[in-house]
C-alpha cells in the first residue's frame, strides 16, 4: 500500500499496517491530515497482504479535533452540517470496515481524537494520557458519534458528565469505566497494540462483535433513562445557565441510543450544527483562541525572554502565599521574605492552605507538599539575601513610601538584571519605578485573589519599561499557567478600572431605592459569578473605597466618589473580614446588614463605557485582551464573549443613546466617550471581524 502521505508514515509489521499521525504541532484533523488518513484508510482495507490496522499519533497527541478557527467563519447552518455528518460517516466507516481496527493511544485523546479512537474496535492507552469530550467548553457538541458512542461503552451517568462538563479523564480511569480496553507503559503501547491486532486476525477476537454500534448492554430502559435524563436536566440547568451546548448534547442523548445508530449520529450532527451557528460558540471560540495567543505582542517579538530559576517573594499574605503556591508548582525555586519570623512562619502555614484543596481531593499527597516545601522554598526577613534571585515580586502594604523604600534597598542587594515586578492593584508604577537606576526593570504583575486559582495575570507596563523586561514577564506568566494580559500604566490599570466602571452604577440605583437583593439576582441572571454586594464584602469595602478616592483624585469630576458610597465607608462595616458589609455574616447564613443598607447594583453601559474611556486614554487598545482580563479576572460570563464583544452584539447606537439618558438624569460620571459616540455614528464595532 501507499506510504508516502504528507501527515501520516505507514509501516507493515507482518500483517499489520501501523498509520502513525504526524501532523505538528497537536495532530489536527486539517484538511490535508484529514485526506491523507482517509486514503490510507481506504488503501489499508484495500490490501490483500494487511489483515489488521493499528492507528497511533506521535508526540504528546494522538489526534486532535478539527481546525476551530474555520468554525467562526460559518454563517449558516447548511455549511457545516454536510461536512460535518461526512467527518462522522468516515468514523462510521472504520468501525463498519472489512479489517480490525485497534486504537494505540499514545498521548492526548480529546474530541474528534476520542471519536476516533471509539469508532476502532480495540483502544490501548498509555498510562497517564486524556482522554475526553471537552467540545461544551468552547459552545459545542461532539459532532462525530460521540454522544452516541460514549454512552454505549461507560453508559449513561459518566458519558453525561463527561460531555455536558467537558473534563478529561485519565487512561486508568477510563480503563475502569471501558473506554479503553488495555492500559500499559508508553513504550510498550505499539507492541501491545500489534500483539491485539494479531489476535483479531487469529481468530482469538471478534472485531464485528467489538464494534460499538452492535453494543448495547448499557443502554437503559426507556423508562430508565427518562428517570436519568430528567435527572440530568435538572443538574445541568443548574450550573449551564445561559449555554446551549450542554442542553443539545443532553437532547441528542435522549433522543438517540436506539438500535439505529447511523440515525442516531445523523441527529447529534444537526445539533451540532445547531451550536457550531450560535453566538455562544462563536464567543467561547473566540476567547480559547484569544487566550492561546495572549501577549503574543509585535514589541517584544523575537525577544529571547530572561531564564527565570528563582523567584523572590515579598509579603506572606493571602496574595504573597498564593503567588508562592504557583511557583512551587511551576518547579521554581522561591524565596519568601517577610518582616519578620513570626510573619514569616505564618506566610509558611498559609502556603500549606493553598495546598489543601488538591490534598484533599487526591491529585497530591501531604509528604509530596512537604518535600516541595524542603526542595525548593526558602524563607528570609532580610532583603540582602536576594542577591541570586531572578525575579522579585513584592506584595506589601499599599503604600508607595513603604515600596519605594523596599526597592531602593533591593536595587542594591540585587543583580543589574533581575525583573521587580510589583502586585500593586492602584498605584502608579511608573511613580514606583522612578527611584530606581534603571525604571525599567520594573513591570507591574498583577495578581488576582485567589492567585493559585485565578487564571489572569495582567502585567502592567510603567513609562519605561523595556521590552526584555516585558518579554521576560509574558514567558513567566505563561510558564505558571495563566493568560498574560499586557496593558499600560494608568489609574487602577484594566481591570480595577473596569470592574469600578460595571458594577459602577450600583450606588446610583441603590440611592434610586432599587432592591438590593433583586439587583444581585440580576447579576446573576446575567451570568456574573457573584453581584456587587457579595463582591465588595469579599474585596473590602474600605479598600473598595480608597481605590475609588485614587480614580477620583487621578481621573478629575467624572469619578467623583457618590455620597452613599461615604456613607457605607463610613459605617466601618467592611464586608466579611469585619463580620458585616453590605450582608451580616454573624449568623447560620449572610443576610442583608440593616446597618449599611441594601446592596448595589450592576448597569452594563458604564462598564462599556469605561472600556472606550480607557482606550482612548491609552491603557489598552486590544479588544479581545480587555475582553479576556474580564472574563478570567472578574468572572464576566464567558458565553457572552466579554464586555466588548456583549457591546457590539447590543449595538453602540443603542449604548450611546442609555449613556446619553443615564447622564441626563445621574450626570457627568455616565458621559459617553468621545469613542462610543464615534462608533455609534459611524457604525463601527470594538471587534472588526
Known amino acids: 500500500m501507499k506510504t508516502d502521505y504528507k501527515t501520516i508514515k505507514v509501516d507493515l509489521k507482518d500483517d499489520v499496517a501501523v498509520l502513525t499521525i504526524d501532523n505538528p504541532p497537536v495532530n489536527q484533523m486539517a484538511p490535508q491530515m484529514a485526506q491523507d488518513f482517509g486514503e490510507a ?23 486532535a479535533g478539527a481546525d476551530i478557527t474555520q468554525l467562526q467563519k460559518v454563517k449558516t447552518r447548511d455549511d457545516i452540517f454536510p461536512r460535518a455528518l461526512e467527518s462522522a460517516r468516515f468514523i462510521n466507516s472504520i468501525e463498519a470496515g472489512p479489517k480490525p481496527v485497534i486504537a494505540a493511544i499514545n498521548g492526548n485523546c480529546l474530541g474528534g481524537g476520542l471519536e476516533t479512537a471509539m469508532g476502532c474496535h480495540y483502544r490501548i492507552a498509555a498510562k497517564g494520557v486524556n482522554l475526553g469530550q471537552p467540545e461544551v467548553q468552547i459552545g459545542l457538541i461532539p459532532g462525530a458519534g460521540g454522544t452516541q458512542r460514549l454512552p454505549r461503552l461507560i453508559g449513561v451517568p459518566n458519558a453525561m458528565e463527561m460531555i455536558t462538563v ?66 440530568i436536566k435538572g443538574m445541568t440547568a443548574a450550573k449551564a445557565k445561559g449555554y446551549i451546548a450542554p442542553f443539545k448534547a443532553i437532547e441528542a442523548v435522549e433522543q438517540g441510543l436506539s438500535y439505529d445508530m447511523e440515525a442516531d449520529i445523523e441527529r447529534e450532527v444537526g445539533l451540532f450544527a445547531d451550536c457550531a451557528v450560535s453566538d455562544v460558540a462563536k464567543n467561547l471560540i473566540g476567547i480559547f483562541l484569544n487566550s492561546r495567543s495572549a501577549g503574543r505582542l509585535p514589541r517584544i517579538k523575537g525577544l529571547e525572554p530572561a531564564k527565570i530559576k528563582k523567584v523572590a517573594m515579598l509579603g506572606g499574605g493571602v496574595m504573597g502565599c498564593g503567588i508562592v503556591n504557583l511557583l512551587l508548582k511551576g518547579g521554581f525555586e522561591a524565596v519568601l521574605w517577610d518582616i519578620n519570623d513570626e ?89 514606583m519605578a522612578s527611584i530606581l537606576k534603571d525604571p525599567g526593570r520594573m513591570i507591574g504583575l498583577h495578581f488576582f485573589n485567589p492567585a493559585e486559582r485565578m487564571p489572569l495575570l495582567e502585567i ?174 472578574t468572572g464576566f460570563p464567558p458565553y457572552r464573549g466579554g464586555i466588548l464583544r456583549y457591546a457590539d452584539k447590543w449595538g453602540l447606537r443603542n449604548v450611546y443613546d442609555k449613556l446619553v439618558a443615564l447622564e441626563k438624569s445621574y450626570g457627568l460620571r455616565f458621559k459617553p466617550a468621545n469613542l462610543v459616540k464615534d462608533m455609534a455614528k459611524s457604525g463601527k464595532t470594538f471587534y472588526q471581524d
Not at 484508510?41 to 489526534?63: C, H, L, P, S
Not at 480608597?546 to 477620583?552: A, L, S, Y
Open 460 to 633: 502592567i507596563c510603567a513609562e519605561q519599561t523595556s521590552d526584555q523586561t516585558l518579554a521576560s514577564s509574558v514567558a513567566f506568566g505563561r510558564t505558571i499557567k495563566k493568560v498574560p494580559i499586557v496593558v499600560n500604566d494608568g489609574p487602577g490599570f484594566y481591570v480595577s478600572r473596569q470592574l469600578g466602571g460595571l458594577f459602577g452604577g450600583a450606588t446610583f440605583l441603590s440611592a434610586d431605592g432599587v432592591d438590593g437583593q433583586a439587583i444581585e439576582e440580576a447579576m446573576l441572571d446575567f451570568g456574573m459569578p457573584m453581584g456587587p454586594a457579595t463582591l465588595s464584602d469579599l474585596t473590602g469595602i474600605d479598600i473598595n473605597y480608597h481605590v475609588n478616592k485614587t480614580f477620583e483624585k487621578r481621573l478629575g469630576e467624572r469619578y467623583k466618589v457618590h455620597p452613599l458610597t461615604e456613607v457605607v465607608y463610613n459605617t466601618g462595616c467592611y464586608g466579611r473580614k469585619t463580620g458585616k458589609g453590605y450582608l451580616d455574616y454573624t449568623g447560620d447564613k449572610p443576610v442583608p446588614n440593616p446597618i449599611v443598607g441594601e446592596a448595589a447594583a450592576n448597569y452594563l453601559a458604564l462598564g462599556i463605557n469605561e472600556a472606550a474611556l480607557m482606550m482612548e486614554g491609552g491603557i489598552c487598545d486590544r479588544p479581545a485582551d480587555m475582553d479576556l482580563a474580564m472574563i478570567y479576572g
Open 343 to 431: 510573619a514569616v512562619e505564618k506566610g509558611v502555614a498559609s502556603v500549606r492552605k493553598t495546598f489543601a484543596y488538591p490534598i484533599k481531593k487526591k491529585k497530591m499527597k501531604p509528604a509530596q507538599l512537604e518535600d516541595m516545601l524542603e526542595k525548593q522554598l526558602t524563607t528570609t526577613t532580610s532583603l540582602e539575601d536576594m542577591g541570586d534571585v531572578d525575579l522579585v515580586i513584592e506584595a506589601v502594604l499599599e503604600d508607595m513610601t513603604i515600596k519605594q523604600d523596599i526597592w531602593k534597598k533591593l536595587e542594591a542587594a540585587c543583580r543589574p538584571d533581575v525583573i521587580f515586578g510589583t502586585n500593586t492593584s492602584a498605584l502608579p508604577i511608573t511613580e
Open 166 to 231: 467537558g473534563n478529561p479523564i485519565k487512561s486508568e480511569k477510563a480503563y475502569e469505566r471501558g473506554l479503553v480496553d488495555e492500559v500499559v507503559d508508553a513504550d510498550k503501547l505499539l507492541d501491545a497494540a500489534v500483539e491485539a491486532a494479531k489476535k483479531f486476525i487469529s481468530g482469538q477476537m471478534n472485531y464485528k462483535a467489538r464494534a460499538v454500534c452492535n453494543l448495547n448492554y448499557r443502554i437503559p430502559s426507556a423508562a430508565e433513562k427518562k428517570a436519568l435524563m430528567g435527572f
Open 41 to 63: 484508510i481506504i488503501e489499508a482495507f484495500g490490501d490483500d497482504q494487511v489483515k489488521a490496522i493499528v492507528i497511533t499519533g506521535t508526540g504528546r497527541n494522538f489526534i
